[in-house]
T-cell receptor, first 114, second 113 residues
Framework: DQQVKQNSPSLSVQEGRISILNCDYTNSMFDYFLWYKKYPAEGPTFLISISSIKDKNEDGRFTVFLNKSAKHLSLHIVPSQPGDSAVYFCAASDSGGSNYKLTFGKGTLLTVNP | GAGVSQSPSNKVTEKGKDVELRCDPISGHTALYWYRQSLGQGLEFLIYFQGNSAPDKSGLPSDRFSAERTGGSVSTLTIQRTQQEDSAVYLC???????????FGPGTRLTVT
């Protein structure tokens, strides 16, 4: 039973355009959401996060939107750059107690073409 | 400062052998997590350590898997009698207490032949 789903295995966009990566979750106990970026042969790198009390969080070119009623979040990258090409993982946490173990989606491979 | 480090970066072992994977968390991070990523899958939680509290072992797939954390710092994940389905990238992450953002090491790629 996949609690975090990234339904698009891959996405290709032109440099300078917007990249939109989507994520759906099923567990209503999740209250914190994160996006990680992963290059081959490296560990995931934290990008941006959002608490369930917010519906938007912005950091430079990266914005995460959360729609709690739809159990959906998205990551927008504007403008997209070739260096953004990587696998992007959506992750969710139930912050009961201090254990923030993350449940991950399977990832979306983003390719930004020059 | 130094990030999370893991060793070895790659490990090839024969089925039935035991392996030990090591993780050095970021200095000052009291929370430590182990995850694994099998081919084509997302990261899967294995175990969580926080200070002197009892670890959360709920993600360990079988009793062949164990982990310890000595002195609140370095952690070792041990897999006994390895099986081919144990082949995966094993990732360690650390964080400050009560902070969801975790910082990952580069991982150990384990191949069981």
């Amino acid at each position: 039973d996949q609690q975090v789903k990234q339904n698009s295995p891959s996405l290709s966009v032109q440099e300078g355009r917007i990249s939109i990566l989507n994520c759906d979750y099923t567990n209503s106990m999740f209250d914190y959401f994160l996006w990680y970026k992963k290059y081959p042969a490296e560990g995931p790198t934290f990008l941006i996060s959002i608490s369930s009390i917010k519906d938007k969080n912005e950091d430079g070119r990266f914005t995460v939107f959360l729609n709690k009623s739809a159990k959906h979040l998205s990551l927008h990258i504007v403008p997209s750059q070739p260096g953004d090409s990587a696998v992007y993982f959506c992750a969710a946490s139930d912050s009961g107690g201090s254990n923030y173990k993350l449940t991950f989606g399977k990832g979306t491979l983003l390719t930004v073409n020059p | 400062g130094a990030g999370v480090s893991q060793s070895p970066s790659n490990k090839v072992t024969e089925k039935g052998k035991d392996v030990e994977l090591r993780c050095d968390p970021i200095s000052g991070h009291t929370a430590l997590y182990w995850y694994r990523q099998s081919l084509g899958q997302g990261l899967e939680f294995l175990i969580y350590f926080q200070g002197n509290s009892a670890p959360d072992k709920s993600g360990l797939p079988s009793d062949r898997f164990s982990a310890e954390r000595t002195g609140g710092s370095v952690s070792t994940l041990t897999i006994q009698r390895t099986q081919q389905e144990d082949s995966a990238v094993y990732l360690c992450a650390s964080s400050y207490i009560s902070v969801p953002e975790q910082y990952f090491g580069p991982g150990t790629r384990l191949t069981v032949t």
